[in-house]
C-alpha cells in the first residue's frame, strides 16, 4: 500500500470489526480508519462531528452504510490502491452533513448511493481517478433528494493514459414534492493518449418545479498550447505533462480535510503519472 500504509497504526483510532458508532463521548480526539473492511456500518450521533479513512489495498468487494442522524456531520476518504468493488449506501436525516472524498489510483468499482430524508441535509462528494495501463476505473452515484430544502453537489475529475478505461455515471434524482432542491454535479476528464477512454454519464430526473439543478462533462486531451509554454521555459516533455494533470487532479485531491491523508494523495498522483 505504499504511502498509506500508516493509515493502520495508531496515527488514526482503527475499527475493530463491522460497526462504527459515533456518539458524543467518543467523537473528540483522531479520526477513525478502516482498513480493508468486507462490510462496514457506519452510524453518527445527533449533532456529532466525525471523519473516517476507508483504504481499500486488497482486490476485494466491500460494503458500506452510514447514516446520519439530524445534525451529524461525517467527512469519509475513500482510497483504492487495489482493485476493490465497493457499493455505498449514506442515509441522512435533517441538517446533517456527508462529504466524501475517493481517490482510485488502480482498477476500481465504487458505488454511492445517497439518500437525503431530513429538510436541509448536505451531500458533497468529491472523486478522482488516475488510470494507466488496462486499467478500468468506475464511478457511480446517485444522489436522491427525498424531500425539500436539500442541497447536492457532486465533482469527478478522471485522467486515463495507455489503453485504460475510466466511467462516470451520474443520477441526481428529485422527488415530486422536494422543493427548493439545490443540486450541481460535474465531470470532467483528460485524456493521455489515443487508445485511452472515458465515458461519462450525468443525468437529472426532476419531479419538482422549484429547483436548481445543473450538470456537466467534458471529456479531452491535454492543453498543448500550455505545454508548449512550460517547455520555452527549459521543462522537459514529461515535467510539462505532469504538472498540467497534477494541477487539474489536485484540485480535487486538496479538498481532503485530513492534512496528512492529504499530502500523501498528492504523492500518490505524482508518482502515478509518472509511470504514464
Known sequence: ???FDWIGTEAFRQVDGRLLRVTRACAAGLPFAAVDPDRLSVEVEAGVEAALVVLHGSPDETSIDVRLA???SLALTEIFVSEAFVECRIRQEARS???VMTAMFSSANVRYRTDLDGAEAESELDGVFVAGGDEHCVVELRTAHNVPDCRSRS?????AGGRALGEFRGLVYVAPDAQRTDARQQSRNVLLGAEARIDTKPQLEIYADDVKCTHGATVG??????ILYMRQRGLSLQQARSLQIEGFVDDIVLRCP???VREALVGTVAEKLEKM
Open 1 to 3: 500500500m505504499g504511502r
Open 97 to 99: 452533513r456527508c462529504s
Open 258 to 260: 485530513l492534512d496528512a
Open 70 to 72: 439530524e445534525g451529524a
Open 155 to 159: 465533482a469527478v475529475k478522471g485522467v
Open 221 to 226: 486531451m491535454m492543453d498543448n498550447e500550455a
